[in-house]
């Protein structure tokens, strides 16, 4: 390693420059222990962030193995710090929610060695500075002497050339004091380069070599013992920034460690996407109810179509289906079939003198329940039709007789003149049905041809193969410019106002969400703040900043996935009691969780939890390892 000139001022509040280091020049070598001696405030500790590419803010130059420092890359110098140079420090900087193999693995983890070799290398080197019993103890658990000997076996992990040690003793008593040095007096002797910077003159005699400075300047160079003698060849152990399996197990032991402020976070960010899901779930549970309701008078398979008719056009034909328009709709996809039609107003019924009047009067077609009938036959052959309840029960008290009977039936229309006709007929009553007089398109042509009228249909029943193909053949009839009426349209549209407001109620709850995400922000934002310190041990050990930052996207992304599990879990548990409760009521189940709002939630949870941790990764990213390692 060279050192040339190396000069370095710090810029006072005032914009005056305050000089630190003022041309410092050496040379070091492997199987050197190099003490730097001086008082505090000389400059050491800034000289040690340069040589272990902490800092690279400085004029003049380092060398190492014939590459300037001073040239290198970011991503260069993270590689420098990752593979050549290891740090021990004063204050030990071990990361406390990390077990000490743990500790010593996050090296290891940069490495190209296999997970069994990086424990198996881990273990040794906690067995090699007399660590083998406290593996699985954290730093917390440790004393001052033994947290130092863990930071020494992580400087070690990735068997670097070079050992800076930054007082290691000051935080120690006489006799760790002693067991540390000899430790790294060993280092040495393995033939690596330590430069050990001290203020005290017993520590500084451990090495060969002692340094003086003084005021920024180097006042002294002195060897007190040879050098120790360095193997010829080295081999390297290559290295590889930290994956991400290591960054996600990082993050995730982080939240382990904290378990308790994790779990209250997670169970906050649950509480938005429980009201979200619970909303949906609701929402496709009532619709389903209105359909189930509406199904059981209509059938839902079977949908009413006419022309669309501008107000106030007095055509009398201007609704009429005509075989252009049947051979359209029946060449519609999952159409299986389509029947013609026809309705009208003020249709009448005599039998014995007596009359019963249908407000609303159409042919009998698939969207008629057969279970709508009380008693006797759908009127499929001509000249029969099916009477209501109310009005058999105006001839006959006993309406159920009523079937068999003759009837004289009577309907007011206009014929191709405008001029009004009254068509008139006998028919046989083949049913009795709860709600519809009907007969058939066939026998309406009977009708009217008692008049010599010809009977256009003016409505269309298009019958679906299937319940799950109704809505898009609904969708392509609206398409093509028909207007669907009666059930299948009411259903429709009332679908569509239920789940309008579901949806509108679903983003008021998702408000909560918001709440959620500002408060992962805030949570990030303080664990920026706590784990400084951490984020500089991390860089001085050569993590890039990308793996900074997906170190905390990692936390991120795991309260987004519990909290959303979470959340799914009580909406599960909350469907069950609701759904118990209304089978009691109306014999339904109102919450109904689909797979399809299921996964609408974890994204939902993960990406918002995600969006939350872009300003918060990006500013731990961009800390400055110097000042992260310095922060208290």
């Not at 359909?291 to 008078?297: C, I, L, R, T, Y």
């Not at 009837?407 to 009795?432: A, E, W």
Request: positive net charge; aromatic residues 6%; glycine residues 8%.
């Amino acid at each position: 390693m060279e050192i040339k000139d190396i000069r370095k001022s710090y810029q006072l509040a005032d914009g005056t420059e305050f000089p630190v280091l003022k041309g410092i020049s050496l040379d070091f070598n492997r199987g050197e222990f190099v003490s730097i001696l001086g008082e505090s405030g000389g400059g050491k500790t800034t000289l040690m962030n340069i040589l272990g590419g902490l800092d690279n803010h400085y004029e003049g130059d380092v060398v190492v193995n014939g590459q300037s420092l001073k040239k290198m890359s970011e991503k260069q110098l993270d590689n420098y710090r990752r593979q050549t140079v290891g740090f021990v420090f004063q204050n030990f900087n071990l990361i406390s929610h990390l077990t000490i193999l743990d500790n010593v693995m996050v090296g290891l983890e940069m490495t190209t060695m296999s997970h069994k070799e990086q424990v198996e290398t881990a273990t040794n080197l906690l067995k090699k500075v007399g660590l083998e019993q406290h593996l699985h103890k954290h730093p917390n658990q440790l004393s001052g002497g033994q947290k130092q000997r863990v930071a020494i076996a992580r400087a070690l992990a990735s068997d670097p050339e070079i050992i800076i040690a930054d007082e290691p003793t000051g935080a120690l008593d006489s006799g760790n004091t002693h067991e540390i040095m000899d430790i790294l007096n060993g280092i040495a002797k393995d033939g690596k380069l330590v430069i050990c910077v001290t203020h005290s003159q017993e520590v500084a005699d451990y090495g060969t070599r002692i340094v003086h400075m003084d005021d920024g300047k180097v006042s002294q160079d002195e060897r007190i013992k040879p050098a120790y003698p360095t193997p010829a060849d080295k081999q390297v152990t290559p290295t590889k920034h930290l994956s991400f399996s290591a960054n996600f197990n990082m993050a995730l032991k982080h939240m382990r460690y904290n378990l308790g402020r994790n779990v209250l976070i997670i169970i906050g960010a649950a509480v938005g996407i429980i009201s979200v899901l619970l909303m949906l779930a609701l929402g496709t549970g009532v619709t389903g109810y209105i359909n189930e309701q509406v199904g059981s008078q209509v059938n839902p398979m079977s949908i009413q179509v006419t022309q669309k008719v501008k107000q106030g056009n007095d055509n009398p034909h201007a609704s009429d289906m005509k075989t252009a328009d049947i051979n359209k709709l029946k060449q519609l996809k999952n159409v299986s079939s389509v029947e013609k039609g026809y309705f009208a107003q003020g249709a009448q019924v005599q039998y014995d003198k007596k009359n019963a009047q249908a407000q609303i009067f159409q042919t009998y077609n698939k969207t008629m329940l057969k279970k709508d009938l009380i008693t006797g036959k759908e009127p499929l052959a001509e000249n029969t039709i099916v009477l209501t309840k109310d009005a058999a029960k105006k001839f006959a008290k006993n309406y159920k007789q009523m079937v068999g009977k003759q009837v004289t039936f009577y309907m007011n229309t206009v014929n191709d003149q405008k001029q009004p006709v009254i068509l008139k007929q006998t028919l046989t009553v083949s049913g009795i049905s709860k709600s519809s007089m009907a007969t058939s398109f066939k026998t309406m042509q009977n009708v009217f041809a008692t008049q010599n009228m010809t009977l256009a249909p003016n409505f269309a029943t298009v019958n679906v193969n299937n319940l799950s193909n109704v809505k898009s053949v609904q969708s392509k009839i609206k398409a093509d410019h028909y207007t669907i009426t009666g059930a299948g349209a009411i259903v429709d549209t009332l679908n569509t106002y239920v789940q309008l407001a579901f949806y509108v109620l679903a983003g008021i709850a998702g408000i909560s969400l918001l709440v959620s995400a500002i408060m992962i922000i805030v949570v990030l934002y303080i664990s920026v703040a706590e784990r400084t310190q951490e984020i500089g041990i991390l860089r001085a050990l050569g993590v890039r900043k990308s793996d900074i930052r997906s170190l905390f996207f990692s936390e991120s992304f795991l309260i987004g996935l519990f909290s959303s599990v979470l959340g799914i879990i009580v909406v599960f548990g909350l469907q069950v009691l609701i759904n118990r409760a209304s089978q009691g009521f109306i014999h339904y189940d109102l919450i109904q969780l689909t797979g399809g709002q299921i996964l609408f939630g974890l994204l939902a949870s993960i990406l918002i939890s995600i969006i939350a941790a872009i300003a918060p990764a990006g500013r731990a990213a961009k800390l400055d390892p110097v000042e992260a390692l310095s922060h208290d």
